[in-house]
């Protein structure tokens, strides 16, 4: 465990130690100084590699599930991690991120922060409008967004990466030019 994985396991032990005394968790409670901190690869990774308990278990109205280990969510993050960088996300980037309660939105999120890309969060329901300002006021480089929804982005131009996720791959149509 990293100086700085230790230092966040310190801080919170001690929130949990205080749970039931908000005085004493308010008065003791400081944040560590850290230089450098990635919480994805330097707390989480360490201890979900091996661990097969669940992770995530997504239940659908229709009541199929879907479970995944810490070990599993690790390495599948890795791997679009990966992906997103050849496709040339780097840290400080911004990302829409506009995916239901799925496996692919976890993946995706615990992905960025390997990266140190910034996720924009975006419900399914928004229109063009509200996505053309995302887009643009969040200077966002990248969309992720599923395969149904992705058709919303045709109308908001920019020179993003747009990535859309279907049944069971990702797909991407890459730098649509700023019109």
Known sequence: MTTAAKAFTAVRDFLIEHRDDYQAAYEGF????????????DWFDPLARGNHQPALWIVEQDGSERKLSFDEMARRSDQVANWLRS???????RIVLMLGNQVELWESILAAMKLGAVIIPAAPLLGEIDLRDRIDRGNARHVIAAAAEAAKFDGVPGGYTR?????????????VTRS
């Open 30 to 41: 400081q944040w560590p100084e850290l230089e450098e901190f990635n919480w994805a690869l």
């Open 87 to 93: 496709l040339g996300v780097m840290r400080g980037d």
């Open 163 to 175: 990535i859309a996720v279907g049944d069971q791959s990702l797909r991407s149509r890459e730098n």
